[in-house]
């Protein structure tokens, strides 16, 4: 029987900035929205099915199943920042689940992080199509124009991370230019390890 690899792509905006609420734990920031891309691969890491969801602060209670029995749950700087951020509203094991975070795997490549925007500009023509500080602006004004903007932004995101993501695992490099104006193409290995290939975890929630 052919493997079948389940993945969800995901991203977060908040509400307040870190200046704002006077620590450096992100779950004092408070979630606005996340947006997440739940989908289906072949053996061959093709996809054959995907869907963007979005929920705001009120609604996260209905997101969670949609990380319950992932292979891989895919996002960037996601271990240090997003995962944090949502401590206040996820499930007690949720950190425990198979987090992929490429700023670790680029980090342990390069030696340093590197932007999502700086890698997807040189990687695939792509740019983010706003910024977090806006992001936090939209939030708090709280018109609809304002949150559809914070809405498309988030989910934006989650298509470039995962078009990053993508490119990483089918080549095996990426390409940024660096702070010191160096074009640069890092090797990284984003292939899935044999016991990560068998199954998919049970959910922990």
Same mark, same amino acid.
């Given at each position: 029987?052919? +493997?079948?690899?389940?993945?969800?792509?995901?991203?977060?905006?908040?509400?307040?900035?870190? *200046?704002?609420? +006077?620590?450096?734990? $992100?779950?004092?920031?408070? %979630?606005? %929205?996340v947006?997440?891309?739940s989908?289906?691969? *072949?053996?061959n890491?093709?996809?054959?099915?995907?869907?963007?969801?979005?929920?705001?602060?009120?609604?996260?209670?209905?997101?969670?199943?949609?990380?319950?029995?992932?292979?891989?749950?895919?996002?960037?700087?996601?271990?240090?920042? !997003? %995962?944090p951020? &949502?401590?206040?509203?996820?499930?007690? *094991?949720?950190?425990?689940?198979?987090?992929?975070?490429?700023?670790?795997?680029?980090?342990?490549?390069?030696?340093?992080? /590197?932007?999502?925007? +700086?890698?997807?500009?040189?990687?695939?023509?792509?740019?983010?199509?706003?910024?977090?500080?806006?992001? /936090?602006?939209?939030?708090? +004004?709280?018109?609809?124009?304002?949150?559809?903007? &914070?809405?498309?932004?988030?989910?934006? #995101? %989650?298509?470039?991370?995962? !078009?990053? @993501? #993508? @490119?990483?695992?089918?080549?095996?490099?990426l390409?940024?230019? *660096?702070?010191?104006?160096? $074009?640069?193409?890092?090797?990284? !290995?984003?292939?899935?390890?044999?016991?990560?290939?068998?199954?998919?975890?049970?959910?922990?929630?």
């Amino acid at each position: 029987m052919s +493997k079948i690899y389940h993945e969800v792509i995901f991203d977060l905006e908040t509400q307040k900035f870190f *200046d704002e609420t +006077k620590t450096s734990d $992100p779950a004092d920031l408070g %979630v606005s %929205v996340v947006s997440l891309y739940s989908r289906k691969l *072949d053996e061959n890491f093709i996809q054959i099915e995907g869907q963007m969801f979005s929920f705001w602060e009120d609604e996260l209670e209905n997101m969670w199943r949609y990380f319950r029995g992932m292979d891989r749950i895919i996002g960037f700087n996601s271990i240090n920042f !997003d %995962v944090p951020a &949502l401590k206040r509203y996820a499930p007690p *094991d949720f950190s425990k689940l198979p987090h992929f975070d490429i700023i670790e795997h680029v980090k342990s490549a390069f030696g340093h992080r /590197v932007s999502l925007n +700086k890698i997807a500009r040189d990687t695939l023509g792509d740019a983010k199509t706003d910024s977090g500080a806006n992001a /936090v602006m939209y939030w708090q +004004k709280h018109d609809s124009e304002s949150l559809a903007k &914070l809405k498309s932004y988030c989910e934006a #995101d %989650v298509r470039i991370t995962k !078009d990053v @993501y #993508d @490119y990483g695992l089918r080549n095996g490099t990426l390409k940024f230019t *660096d702070h010191w104006n160096t $074009p640069r193409e890092i090797a990284v !290995d984003f292939s899935y390890s044999q016991n990560q290939a068998s199954l998919a975890q049970p959910s922990l929630f």
